[in-house]
């Protein structure tokens, strides 16, 4: 059988395997910014174990596609990705197009459907945590509830869920 690269990202390299497969490799590359910055050695093994960890212990939430993991290597069926991603903030800092921080600093005080009230400082902790989606591809953009249903990325029941 002859794995056959169908992406390469930041930090994974994804192979074809069969009609139903992937085969999927952490590397050890680190980017910063949408920049691959160097190598770390073993940090592909320790992302995929980390990522093993949590698709292991929420699996009775929401099922996924790991099959199993050898070292830096996951195994996985192939599913339809939501290519948003969830972060918690806890604090109004950061310096990347999709940081709290950069868009506060440019005036926004709506982020991610959140309104926020003037004269917060730089790197100051936020009263309650905060939950703000972005998409995922080439260029990430912070994104709200209303506009991830209507873009399709998901249903209001999914994301309710």
């Not at 174990?49 to 099922?63: A, G, L, P, V, Y």
């Not at 004269?119 to 905060?130: A, M």
């Not at 260029?139 to 990325?153: A, R, W």
Request: hydrophobic content about 30%; aromatic content about 10%.
């Amino acid at each position: 059988m002859t794995a056959t690269c169908v992406y390469s990202g930041k930090v994974r390299d994804v192979y074809n395997l069969t009609d139903d497969y992937l085969m999927m490799k952490a590397t050890d590359k680190i980017s910063a910014f949408d920049k691959h910055i160097g190598v770390i050695p073993g940090k592909g093994g320790l992302l995929n174990k980390m990522s093993e960890f949590w698709f292991n212990n929420t699996q009775d939430i929401i099922d996924n596609h790991l099959l199993y993991t050898d070292k830096n290597t996951a195994f996985v069926k192939k599913c339809t990705p939501i290519l948003i991603e969830i972060v918690v903030r806890g604090y109004i800092t950061g310096n990347t197009s999709t940081s709290l921080w950069t868009h506060y600093n440019n005036g926004e005080r709506e982020y991610c459907g959140i309104e926020f009230p003037d004269g917060l400082k730089k790197n100051q902790k936020l009263e309650t945590p905060v939950v703000t989606p972005t998409t995922k591809g080439i260029i990430d953009k912070p994104i709200c509830k209303k506009e991830i249903i209507e873009e399709g990325y998901m249903t209001e029941e999914e994301y309710d869920f």
